[in-house]
């Protein structure tokens, strides 16, 4: 059965274009419900206060480098969205006294304008907001190296291949409208993939690349980034792939209510937990990864039902 177009945009994949039955399925879950959808391979979290979720979310980076050594480094792959745990890391990293000589950090995305990485000064520049929130505020005696620092570029050489020796030791991310994780978005129905989005194991064998964004995505971050100005939004990006994800011993998805809605936290939450992955909403995917945590603050998962405004 040919699969419907997207209510959104018809030229690309996205939610719009599931089974009508798994629409239906994510509406009705409530917030016990989620937390029930919990198995193994892949666990709900629910915090009851800002202040305890972005702690939690701030210690995971805390928990990796206090895993790595000389003959063992170790990092951690953070995104920008959310951002509110980063002062809170480099406060806990001086609080601790400790030593990032033999950690690492992976920067998820970067924007691309012109066919270049967005430059540092630029407002939007990802790698900027890391070293602003985070790391120049570590006391210099316990900063991470500069070579230990991972932001993806125009040309991925250098960043695919610096997974190849320290150890992950999670993937942490943001959940966007499009039901993204870091700029893995639904492909365009193009070519191969016109009436049909490309299989599970083929997106999953995506490398850190550049990409389209999808026309939600652009809006989205104009939203949340630019005060809804869309045209200083670039519409490519360069994002860590699939297959470095699949490198991470364990993906942590935190959401507090502020990127995505009620419907689609609801949404990506029941395909993992049942294992319905699906390109056309790529967080799916991760119910093919082993270890997944999804991380909600209660207040903000609000219901999904008709209230008019």
Same mark, same amino acid.
């Given at each position: ?18 089974? $009508?039955? /798994? ?8 917030? @016990? ?9 892949? $666990? ?20 990796? #480098? ?8 170790? !990092? ?24 990032? $000589? ?8 970067? #924007?691309?304008?012109? !066919? ?13 907001? @890391? ?12 900063? /991470? ?35 993204? #994780? ?22 999953? $064998? ?47 998805? #935190? ?24 390109a056309s909403t790529p967080m799916s995917l991760l119910a093919l990864h082993p270890n ?18």
């Amino acid at each position: 059965m040919t699969r419907p177009l997207s209510k959104i945009a018809p030229d690309w994949w996205d939610y719009t274009t599931l089974d $009508k039955e /798994i629409l239906t399925d994510a509406a009705r879950l409530t917030a @016990d419900d989620m937390l029930s959808l919990s198995r193994e391979g892949f $666990k709900v979290v629910f915090y009851d206060t800002l202040a305890e979720f972005y702690l939690a979310e701030a210690l995971e980076y805390i928990e990796a #480098w206090r895993q790595a050594t000389s003959d063992n480094p170790v !990092g951690i792959c953070g995104p920008i969205g959310p951002t509110e745990q980063l002062p809170l890391v480099a406060r806990l990293v001086n609080a601790m006294d400790l030593s990032l $000589k033999n950690a690492h950090f992976w920067g998820m995305d970067e #924007w691309i304008i012109d !066919g270049a990485e967005a430059p540092i000064d630029h407002p939007l520049s990802f790698a900027k907001a @890391d070293m602003e929130m985070c790391f120049n505020h570590i006391r210099g005696e316990l900063a /991470i190296p500069d070579a230990n620092l991972h932001f993806p570029k125009a040309d991925v050489t250098e960043y695919v291949e610096s997974w190849t020796g320290p150890r992950c030791a999670v993937m942490q991310g943001g959940q966007g409208d499009i039901k993204h #994780w870091a700029f893995n978005d639904p492909p365009k129905r193009q070519g191969d993939y016109k009436d049909n989005p490309p299989s599970p194991e083929e997106y999953l $064998k995506l490398n850190t690349r550049i990409v389209d964004l999808h026309p939600v995505t652009i809006m989205q971050n104009a939203r949340t980034s630019g005060g809804g100005q869309l045209d200083l939004v670039p519409s490519q990006a360069v994002t860590v792939g699939p297959v470095q994800t699949l490198k991470a011993e364990k993906v942590s998805i #935190w959401q507090a209510g502020t990127h995505d809605n009620p419907f689609g936290m609801r949404l990506t939450t029941l395909m993992i937990a049942k294992k319905i992955p699906d390109a056309s909403t790529p967080m799916s995917l991760l119910a093919l990864h082993p270890n997944v945590q999804f991380n909600f603050y209660r207040d903000g998962i609000g219901e999904v039902n008709v209230e008019m405004h």
